[in-house]
């Protein structure tokens, strides 16, 4: 199983911009599904997280600036708006995925996609 995440650049303060990641590989089902990132401060934390039926949860820093979304059962979208300075980081895509008929369930990390925003 594998995740790539894409959709990182170069925003400036105030800007979009949207994160994507699809799930690729043998497995049965993908259930939750998340973004995290690591700033410079080198701490992995959470930014969003969505369920395979829709039910979503945010970090305070991202609620009412972040939208998360899944197009799929494979895929998830991490759309930013109103982005700031301290929203640099490398963001990472995670998922919970089963992975055989007998309802094991691993997690799988994407490599992460950077984002910079930058005036």
């Known amino acids: 199983v594998q995740l790539q995440a894409s959709g990182g650049g170069l925003v400036q303060p105030g800007g979009s911009l949207s994160l994507n990641c699809v799930t690729s590989?043998?497995?049965?089902?993908?259930?939750?599904m998340a973004w995290y990132r690591q700033g410079s401060e080198n701490q992995r934390e959470l930014v969003a997280a969505?369920?395979?039926?829709?039910?979503s949860t945010y970090s305070d820093s991202a609620k009412g600036r972040f939208t998360i979304s899944r197009g799929n059962e494979k895929m998830v979208y991490l759309h930013m708006d109103r982005l700031k300075p301290d929203d640099t980081a490398v963001y990472y895509c995670?998922?919970?995925?089963?992975?055989?008929?007998?309802?094991?369930?691993?997690?799988?990390w994407g490599r992460g996609t950077l984002v910079t925003v930058s005036s």
């Open positions: 995670n998922a919970d995925v089963r992975i055989n008929y007998d309802g094991e369930l691993r997690t799988f």
């Open positions: 590989g043998s497995f049965i089902s993908v259930d939750r």
């Open positions: 969505i369920t395979y039926l829709g039910s």
